[in-house]
Structures are given as structure tokens and as C-alpha cells.
């Protein structure tokens, strides 16, 4: 279990990077640690084990072994298979009309954020929960936006809140977004990537739950995505079912109707 988070810089971290650092840490409400010694020995002198850490070229979280940090790692392998990739075709799926609004609600990384954005060449809003991740976002997202690569201006159309997804849609009119994609933490998660562990702690376990779909579903002018693992999520009971392990698929989209979810409402598409 995580203990306590401190902020702290790189060792050859400049002025706006320690300026940095104290504004996390005070959005944060945790301590901004001067960078005089090793990450390790810092938060061990802190009584911590979670080390928000900025730097001029990027910013990252460790724990011990783990690192996360936001990144467009996955973008060329998307961008090269289009919109025929299972994300992209289940948000904008061929014969629709181009979507221009996609709300993330779970933000997390923005590595689907960033590829929908590049790609599809929409704008996305997101919505993260957690202070901290949020900050990561923001942070990583601002370094990918100056850089000279093809993700940099799918990095600038994202606009981050840090807000609970729920409550933030009910503020909502309806149909305010064309898409609304979801991507919540699992208990388990089939080929996790290094530091998934570590997300998951720091998400707090932000599950998929009736209530978020069901303003998901008021908020969507075309339809709601949900990314799911292989065992199929029961949004009536809202508990893991294996009884159509065979057929089930990683994505889930609903499309919005007014009446209560109901499981045979539910379209399935491979992601």
C-alpha cells in the first residue's frame, strides 16, 4: 500500500521545473522535496515510497521498480493501421459521421486520448479524478505538444479536468459530446504494461459502475465506448460474468436511449 507522495525535480532540473514542482505539490496538498539527493534516499527520508518527479524533458511517478509516466509510445502502431484500429473504428466507426468531440472519462495516461485525437483529428476533452494523475497528465501532455513528432498536435487538442466523471456529467446538457469513452481500472488486466500496478494503486480502483454509464449514456450524442477486459462486465448486476467468454469482445459500445441499460442493449466490438 502507497504511503505517502512527495514532488521533487530531476537533478538537472531548472527554475521552471522547480516552480513546477511546487505547484503539483501544492494542488496536491504533499510535500515539494528540494532535489539534493537520490529519489530512493529521499523517500526514505520523507517516509514516503511515491516520488512525483519533473524534469525539463519529462515528468514521471516512480515507486520503487515502477515508473509511469505519459507517453505516445503506441501512436505510430495505430496511426499505421488507421481507422480500422479497434479503438478508432469503435469511436468512429465507417459510414458515421465524423466525430468531433470525444469525452475521455478516464483520462489516466491520455494514451488512447492521444491516439483518438491524432488520428481521428477531434478534440478531447478529459476528466481524471485523482489530483496527482491529473498533474501527470497535464505535464506530460504539455511536453508532447512541443515536440516535432505527429502526435504533438493531437497533445494540444486535449483539454484535462481534474473533476469525478459522474458528478461531472450530471453538470452536463445532454448529448453535449458525440462520444464518450471509458476506460476504467480492473481488477485484473490481461497483458498489463509495466506499471499498471502502480496506476491502479494511485486510481484509487475507479470502477465501471451503472451510474457512470448511465450519464455517459445522457451526455453522448452517438454512443458510448467502454473498454473492457476479456471477461464480460454485467452492467445490470454490475459483477463479472464468464458465461459468454467465448463471444465476448474488449470493447463495449452502447448506444444512448433514455430507457434504464439493459444487457441485450449492448452492441460488442473488438478492441
Known amino acids: ?91 468512429s466507426p465507417k459510414g458515421c459521421p465524423p466525430v468531433k468531440h470525444v469525452l475521455d472519462a478516464t483520462l489516466g495516461l491520455a494514451k488512447d486520448a492521444i491516439q483518438v485525437a491524432g488520428i481521428l483529428g477531434c478534440g478531447v476533452t478529459g476528466l481524471e479524478s485523482v489530483p496527482i494523475l491529473t498533474c501527470l497528465a497535464e505535464d506530460g501532455l504539455a511536453r508532447l ?42 481488477e485484473h488486466k490481461l497483458n498489463a504494461p509495466p506499471g499498471f500496478e502502480l496506476l491502479k494503486q494511485l486510481a484509487a480502483g475507479k470502477a465501471l459502475t451503472l451510474e457512470l454509464l448511465q450519464e455517459a449514456v445522457c451526455v453522448a450524442r452517438e454512443r458510448v465506448v467502454v473498454k473492457m477486459p476479456k471477461e464480460t462486465y454485467d452492467l445490470q448486476t454490475r459483477c463479472y460474468s464468464k458465461s459468454e467468454m467465448k463471444e465476448c469482445k474488449r470493447a463495449t459500445i452502447c448506444k444512448p436511449y433514455n430507457q434504464s441499460i439493459n444487457q441485450s442493449d449492448v452492441q460488442h466490438s473488438d478492441l
Open 1 to 91: 500500500m502507497m504511503n505517502e507522495i512527495i514532488v521533487t525535480t530531476t537533478k538537472q532540473a531548472d527554475a521552471l521545473s522547480e516552480k513546477r514542482g511546487r505547484e503539483v505539490a501544492a494542488f496536491c496538498s504533499i510535500p515539494f522535496v528540494l532535489r539534493d539527493d537520490s529519489v530512493a534516499r529521499l523517500l526514505r527520508r520523507n517516509n514516503a515510497d511515491t516520488a512525483y518527479v519533473v524534469g525539463p524533458q519529462k515528468v514521471d511517478i516512480r515507486q520503487g521498480k515502477h515508473t509511469i509516466m505519459v507517453n505516445a509510445s503506441m501512436y505510430q502502431l495505430t496511426a499505421a493501421a488507421g481507422r480500422a484500429h479497434p479503438l478508432l473504428h469503435s469511436i
Open 145 to 186: 505538444a512541443v515536440q516535432d513528432r505527429a502526435w504533438a498536435a493531437a497533445a494540444a487538442r486535449i483539454t484535462v479536468h481534474c473533476t469525478e466523471a459522474t458528478a461531472w456529467m450530471e453538470q452536463q446538457a445532454a448529448e453535449n459530446v458525440d462520444v464518450v469513452y471509458l476506460n476504467p481500472v480492473f
